[in-house]
Each structure stands twice: as C-alpha cells, then as structure tokens.
T-cell receptor, first 114, second 110 residues
Framework: EAQVTQNPRYLITVTGKKLTVTCSQN?????MSWYRQDPGLGLRQIYY???????DKGDVPEGYKVSRKEKRNFPLILESPSPNQTSLYFC?????????????FGSGTQLSVL | QQQVKQSPQSLIVQKGGISIINCAYE??????FPWYQQFPGKGPALLIA?????SEKKEGRFTISFNKSAKQFSLHIMDSQPGDSATYFC?????????FGAGTILRVKS
C-alpha cells in the first residue's frame, strides 16, 4: 500500500530534550516536506526537500532541522524543543518534478512540549 | 502574515445545499491552486486543483472557480452531503513551496 508513515503518532516531552520524528514514504517520491498545523493558522511549511541531499527552509524553520540522506526518509529533528513547538506535525511527499503538487500526507504526529 | 486568506472559518450547510469556500492570494508567482480535505485524526488529502490558465475545473460535485485578475479562487460543493463534513484548506504553490489558507470547518446537517 502506498503511504507516508510518521512515527510516533503522539509524543509528550519536556523543554530542551532533543527529539526526532521519523517520516518514510514507499512511493519513490522525490519531493518531501514537513508542515505544522495550528488552530486558526492552517498548515505552515517547516522544511522541504526536492531530492536526496537537497533541503530548504519553508516559512517557519526556526527551531527545526531536517536531513535527506535517503530518498524514502525525511526525519524532523527538534534539538531543543520549546512549548511553542507544541503542535500537530505532518510529513508529506510528492512524485511531481514540480515540487508540492499532489501531496500525500502522513497521519500526523501530535507533539506536546511541557 | 497569511499569504493565502481563506473564508469563512466555519460553515453550516443543509444536506443537498451548495457549500462555497473562498480564498484570495497576493503573490502573482503562484501557479498551482489545490484544495485539500481533512477529516478528524487524518492527514489532508488532495481534493481538486487548478492552474491559472483555466477559469473553472469540475470533478464530480466539486468545482473550483478561478479569477486570475481578482487573485481569488473558490471551492463549490454541490449537493452537499453529511459525509462532506470536514475541514477544507485552499493552498497556492510557486513550484517549491505550498502555502495553505487557515482552513474552513464545514458541517453538513442532515
């Protein structure tokens, strides 16, 4: 089954404790991206990757890191999480050479930073 | 600063009625305008999309109307059904980034 898999689904952590949210897709997609969803703000792009070893900042990259060492994986790293990073996070991927067209989204990771 | 402004925030429609959600954008470099549908506990899913070289696109009960000069586009859901109750997001892309509106919570009353 074609899918984007995020783990974990739920995560509660404390301020300053490094964490990684994993994202993997099995569709051989070039484009991958991370979004955070907050009430009243919609989805905001954190980082995106057009292909392996090619990453770039979205609209809200502060406090986040990503890497794209393999085509299928695109982990999101929070080196020192803060309460304002409490949010619902989505990973997405797309086959399109034009980037974020026909995005397939994962099921989301609900992160709470205490 | 919201690059894509979406309205209304919420919408209640009777079964069989027409649901209309509007979006406006400023950046003329945007060249791809999708709509995503999200059910509770799920990730968004692509519903329908349009490019600025056409003024309307229809897929089943869902239609996008696009007004390039006004920099506005809208989603029309004909014969709305309770199963259409979800959050709808408009978005706009310039090839690298995809910018979303704030979302509209649609409830279709049976």
């Amino acid at each position: 089954e074609a899918q984007v898999t995020q783990n974990p689904r739920y995560l509660i952590t404390v301020t300053g404790k490094k964490l990684t949210v994993t994202c993997s897709q099995n569709m051989n997609h070039e484009y991958m991206s991370w979004y955070r969803q907050d009430p009243g703000l919609g989805l905001r792009q954190i980082y995106y990757s057009m292909n392996v070893e090619v990453t770039d900042k979205g609209d809200v990259p502060e406090g986040y890191k990503v890497s794209r060492k393999e085509k299928r994986n695109f982990p999101l790293i929070l080196e020192s999480p803060s309460p304002n990073q409490t949010s619902l996070y989505f990973c997405a991927s797309s086959l399109s050479y034009r980037g974020p067209e026909k995005l397939f989204f994962g099921s989301g990771t609900q992160l709470s930073v205490l | 600063q919201q690059q894509v402004k979406q309205s209304p925030q919420s919408l209640i429609v009777q079964k069989g009625g027409i649901s209309i959600i509007n979006c406006a954008y400023e950046n003329t470099a945007f060249d791809y305008f999708p709509w995503y549908q999200q059910f509770p506990g799920k990730g968004p899913a692509l519903l329908i999309a349009i490019r600025p070289d056409v003024s309307e696109k229809k897929e089943g009960r869902f239609t996008i109307s696009f007004n390039k000069s006004a920099k506005q586009f809208s989603l029309h859901i004909m014969d709305s059904q309770p199963g259409d109750s979800a959050t709808y997001f408009c978005a706009a892309s310039n090839g690298n980034k995809l910018v979303f509106g704030a979302g509209t919570i649609l409830r279709v009353k049976s």
